[in-house]
């Protein structure tokens, strides 16, 4: 047996948190989410009693797209809260955890191409 692929038969998948696997979508071209004015995420994401958030405020935009990629357990979480664009343009600034950066940069080299370029 090949020691190198039963490493990598036996890896576990990118966690956005321990006991939780990152989500991505195949395309980016499905996001289609929202960018602009007052959105109500749902609790599932995000566990405040009010969970509005104003994305014409500077930086709520940023931290709603680091909460949906960590908290999203479906690609229908992703596709209705992130929109593709503007996740290519705020990517390189988004704090997300280790396992999401890979699983996306993985699936989306243009991802990381932006990143290394930023």
Known sequence: MDPARSVRSSRAPYEARPGRRAVV???????????????????????????????DVPGLLSWMYETVLTEAV?????????????????????????????????????LRARDVAA
Do not use: M, N
């Open 25 to 55: 979508v195949p395309d980016l071209s499905e996001l289609q989410g929202p960018v602009a004015g007052v959105v109500e995420l749902p609790h599932r994401l995000f566990w405040q009693p009010d969970r509005h958030v104003d994305l």
């Open 74 to 110: 479906h690609p229908d979480e992703l596709r209705a809260w992130l929109h593709g664009p503007t996740l290519i343009r705020l990517w390189p600034e988004l704090y997300v955890p280790r396992g999401v950066r890979r699983a996306w940069e993985e699936s989306h080299p243009a």
